[in-house]
């Protein structure tokens, strides 16, 4: 039993190993480094995540923590740095 590659043509990943060039594959990576997953479900999380998000933000308390889009989906990962390290560094 082979594995499928969901949402590349119901291809297993030796057919698309097979099937796409390198000069393609380098194509596919930029885009996905620009554009991020193309999992479909990631991508609906990843909205929700953002709505929820700003809701929280907009109801919280001055004191209270800012929520993040990562604190709204569990399977993204965290930035390796955010936007108030960078704040901070100008301190």
């Not at 030796?14 to 194509?27: R, T, V």
């Amino acid at each position: 039993h082979e594995l499928v590659m969901n949402g590349i043509g119901g291809n297993t990943i030796d057919e698309a190993q097979h099937n796409i060039s390198y000069p393609e594959f380098l194509q596919w990576a930029a885009y996905r480094q620009k554009r991020g997953s193309l999992n479909i479900g990631m991508r609906v999380e990843r909205g929700a995540a953002l709505i929820a998000a700003l809701y929280s933000n907009s109801k919280r308390g001055r004191d209270a923590e800012t929520l993040h889009i990562h604190d709204f989906s569990p399977y993204s990962d965290q930035p390796e740095i955010t936007l108030d390290d960078l704040k901070s560094w100008s301190d």
